[in-house]
Structures are given as C-alpha cells and as structure tokens.
C-alpha cells in the first residue's frame, strides 16, 4: 500500500517556474514507478512524465520535454517535477501516481493517486 501527497501547487506568471513534490508512504515506494499526470477543466487526464523505480529512466509527454524535469529521492520517498518556462496552458491539477509495474504514459497502469495540487500559470 503507497499513499501519496502532492504539494507544491500555486499561482505563477508565465515564464515562471514551479517545482512540484509527491511524498509517498510505505516502504515500498522504492519499488513503484512513479508519474505525474494533469487534468485541466473539461478536458480528460493526461500523462506528463515518468520515471522507474530506480530513477535510472525517463519518460515526458512532447508538451513536457525540455521544460520538465522528473525525479525521485527513494531514501526520502518523495518524487518531484520542476516545472520551468510554464505556459497557460499548463494551468491544471497535477497528480502523482505510483505503478508496481513499469513506467508508461498508461494511466491505467498506476495503482496510486495522490489527491493532486492546483498550478495554474497566468499570462
């Protein structure tokens, strides 16, 4: 059992930068996969990044790449996404999520959600 908590979450211009933690529980964190997904209003959740249990490797939507960066401390069992050179059109809620299996943009292959924190970027 992983229990997940986002935080991080705010209000920034466009331009700015934001850095998103999951801090997770149980000790088995460091055998999960773990992602960040998003879900702006009225659109579905989408995939945002990725990275093994072992942070070892990496995985970003095209709308992340170059400007999101995914890690995971696994002695501090927390995951984090930096987010710089954000737009408005990444205002959503982002959520972290945890796999037993491998990392993939597939939803429905994460087994934990975190109750996700609100980013929205101004313009």
């Known amino acids: 059992q992983v229990q997940l908590v986002e935080s991080g979450g705010g209000l920034v211009q466009a331009g700015g930068s934001l850095s998103l933690s999951c801090a997770a529980s149980g000790r088995t964190f460091s055998s999960y996969a773990m992602a960040w997904f998003r879900q702006a209003p009225g659109k579905e959740r989408e995939f945002v990044a990725a990275?093994?249990?072992?942070?070892?490797?990496?995985y970003y939507a095209d709308s992340a790449l170059g400007r999101f960066t995914i890690s995971r401390d696994n002695a501090k069992l927390t995951g984090n996404l930096q987010m710089n050179s954000l737009k408005p059109e990444d205002t959503a809620v982002y959520y972290c999520?945890?796999?037993?299996?491998?990392?993939?943009?597939?939803?429905?292959?994460?087994?934990?959600w975190g109750q996700g924190t609100q980013v929205t970027v101004s313009s």
């Open positions: 999520a945890a796999s037993s299996r491998r990392y993939s943009a597939d939803s429905g292959e994460y087994d934990y």
């Open positions: 990275i093994s249990w072992s942070g070892g490797s990496t």
